[in-house]
């Protein structure tokens, strides 16, 4: 069975830099997998932030970005603001289906 | 603008059916791939279902498949979601998405309705 993997939790300072893996219990995560990012508040529906790995999707600010790095898909936001606190969830494609990954949140303080 | 809004949840028995709506605005509905999305309460986010631009491709996740079927009409701008053999399991939020492009290709969900909510239970 696939498993997507992210790390449960993370905190970051305000301003500073965070990065969120996503990981394949099965191999690496490459390119090809197409990874998504969504970040979602409690009680909101998601927002899509990155597809195609490292495409940010319409309005989102250039402080998050997407990319691979080593064996694993990552997420990385510069400049870290109060309102990032949310839940972040990666997707993979893996060939007509998608698989999420299980959620991190993500702590500003 | 586009919008997406969800609608036909409800408190529905174990091993019952229902059938979900997802209506479209704002934008070419017939061009575009459609997805199903649904979170557990408390849980993280699950995609169960896409369907290509013209509805001749459909896939789904394992665990809906042969109780789901997904369809759409671009005439009337609508996504559907046939749920059958409910199970409590399958209580969640269901969510349409929209894809990037029509065809099944990798791009993933572009926009998000507000969900709908399913509840199994006897």
């Known amino acids: 069975q696939t498993v997507v993997t992210q790390e449960p939790s993370f905190s970051v300072s305000p301003g500073g830099t965070v990065t969120l893996t996503c990981g394949l219990n099965?191999?690496?995560?490459?390119?090809?997998?197409?990874t998504s990012w969504y970040q979602q508040t409690p009680g909101q529906a998601p927002r899509t932030l990155i597809y195609?790995?490292?495409t940010r999707s319409s309005g989102v600010p250039d402080r998050f970005s997407g990319s691979i790095l080593g064996n694993t898909a990552a997420l990385t936001i510069s400049g870290a603001e109060a309102d990032d606190e949310s839940y972040y969830y990666c997707?993979?494609?893996?060939?007509?289906?998608?698989?999420f990954g299980g959620g991190t949140k993500l702590t500003v303080l | 603008e586009v919008q997406l809004v969800e609608s036909g949840g409800v408190v529905v028995q174990p091993g019952g059916s229902l059938r979900l709506s997802c209506a479209a605005s704002?934008?070419?509905?017939?061009?575009?791939?459609m997805h199903w999305v649904r979170q557990a309460p408390g849980k993280g986010l699950e995609w169960i279902s896409l369907?290509?631009?013209?509805?001749?491709?459909?896939y789904y996740a394992d665990s809906v498949k042969g109780r789901f079927t997904v369809s759409r009409d671009n005439s009337k701008n609508s996504l559907f979601l046939q749920m059958n053999s409910l199970r409590a399991e399958d209580t969640a939020l269901y969510y349409c998405?929209?894809?990037?492009?029509?065809?099944?290709?990798?791009?993933?969900?572009?926009?998000w309705g507000q969900g709908t909510t399913v509840t199994v239970s006897s």
């Open positions: 998405g929209k894809d990037f492009v029509g065809a099944v290709a990798g791009y993933g969900m572009g926009v």
């Open positions: 704002g934008f070419t509905f017939g061009d575009y791939a």
């Open positions: 369907i290509n631009w013209d509805g001749t491709s459909t």
């Open positions: 099965s191999g690496s995560v490459s390119s090809g997998y197409y």
């Open positions: 195609h790995t490292n």
């Open positions: 997707a993979l494609y893996l060939g007509r289906v998608w698989v």
